[in-house]
């Protein structure tokens, strides 16, 4: 029953959210991505495929750990699903894997995706090097001198750069430029989105590659811990790493759900992109959303430390859950996710993302609220790629 509604339907609807705005040629081309996804997920062969590369190219199932030293200093049961152990660091080569996968199932040679820091175009890079696939990055050209060290990776790993040199050169455009390159080119090739959004059927697509985290967590949980979590946390951007843990959880009433957002430097516009918290609804990048927006519904730039979480809508999943109550979506700012990168790193020897650092901020917060509690935090990735950001910003930090 429950899980009947919180499936898309038939027009890509998650409640009043979702859907496909998109011009009739390229609908009609997501209705055969659609098409060819349903078949390839009850295609044994194709499952075999992906949980081969999943287990021996991954490295999955990536272990829940028990953070005893976090745990006793603040008063909670707290463990963590270590996505980022996975290759190339993070959750990301999930959907990766399974997208480039359906592209060659549908005879497609090339992948087209956009790039903010880099970490998705690494992903998908990754992923078209071991399928054989051509690959063209999106990327603005300020994020290509930002991320220098994510622009080698995609180069080395045989990705062409495509630097996009309008407006703020940053994601937005980097979006609207793939997605105008896509439209010429849909027939050979296939759009790599980075996240669960988009329109339908992308946001469907992702959050099934990335239940893997789930199903593997709540398996893993009940064996280890002899229950349930109480509460299970995660940091959303657009999203795919909160659905694909959620969705292992969902129908478990007495679980309850935490969705992170990124309070960036405060409330105002432009200074974070919690785009539940503060979004309103309106049509982005094909899909309807909770966006952030001005009084006069232009899109307004998204901002966090993580850059990986900056985009200034998110996965019309989220928007229905948020609605109907099932996930509290709630904040973590840029200082605090900083606070909780060291206190992590410190305790558990461990070194997470910025954006993962968002939902370890939040698990220790609700730890000290409510004493006592079994949390699980999905660590969506590691902070290698932060470390250089963090030592200056720690530097800059005024406390
Ligand atoms: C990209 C990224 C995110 C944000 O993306 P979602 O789609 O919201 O999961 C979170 N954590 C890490 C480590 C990332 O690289």
New binding site residues.
């Given amino acids: 029953m429950l899980m009947e509604k919180l499936t898309a339907d038939k027009q890509g609807y998650f409640g009043k959210f979702g859907g496909n705005y998109l011009p009739d040629d390229l609908k009609m081309e997501f209705d055969r991505i659609y098409k060819a996804f349903q078949e390839a997920i009850n295609d044994v062969s194709f499952q075999q495929e992906l949980n081969y590369l999943l287990k021996y190219y991954a490295g999955r199932p990536s272990p829940v750990y028990y953070a005893k030293n976090l745990s006793k200093k603040y008063g909670a049961d707290i463990y963590f699903k270590r996505e980022d152990l996975n290759h190339t660091g993070?959750?990301?080569i999930n959907h990766s894997l399974g997208e480039a996968l359906l592209a060659k199932r549908m005879g497609k040679k090339k992948l087209i995706a956009e790039t903010g820091a880099g970490?998705?175009g690494v992903a998908t890079a990754t992923a078209a090097a071991i399928m054989g696939l051509e690959c063209d990055i999106y990327m603005g050209a300020v994020d290509i001198i930002k991320e220098k060290p994510n622009v080698d990776r995609m180069k080395i790993l045989g990705a062409n750069i495509v630097s996009v040199e309008s407006g703020t050169k940053t994601l937005k455009e980097a979006v609207d430029e793939a997605f105008i390159a896509y439209s010429k080119e849909y027939e050979t090739a296939m759009y790599a989105i980075?996240?669960?959004v988009g329109p339908h059927p992308f946001p469907t697509i992702i959050e099934h590659f990335q239940s893997v985290i789930g199903t593997e967590a709540r398996a893993q949980f009940l064996e280890q811990a002899e229950t349930l979590p109480d509460c299970v946390v995660a940091?959303?951007?657009?999203?795919?790493?909160?659905i694909g843990m959620f969705s292992g959880f969902l129908e478990d009433e007495s679980v309850r759900l935490f969705g992170v957002e990124p309070l960036g430097k405060g409330e105002k516009v432009g200074d974070n992109a919690a785009s539940i918290t503060y979004g309103k609804e309106g049509i982005i990048h094909g899909f309807k959303s909770l966006v952030l927006q001005d009084e006069e519904g232009n899109i307004q730039n998204a901002y966090s430390v993580?850059s990986?979480?900056d985009y200034p809508a998110v996965g019309p999943k989220h928007c229905y859950l948020h609605e109907i109550g099932r996930v509290k979506y709630d904040v973590i700012t840029d200082d605090e996710a900083i606070n909780a990168f060291y206190e992590l790193s410190r305790e558990e020897g461990i070194i997470p993302?910025l954006?993962?650092s968002h939902a370890v901020a939040y698990a220790l917060k609700l730890a000290k609220r409510e004493p006592n509690k079994k949390i699980l935090v999905n660590l969506?990735?590691r902070g290698d790629k932060d470390i250089e950001f963090v030592m200056k910003y720690k530097n800059t930090m005024t406390k």
């Fill in positions: 993070a959750h990301k970490q998705h980075g996240s669960a940091c959303v951007g657009g999203g795919s790493n909160a993580a990986g979480l993302a954006e993962s969506s990735g």
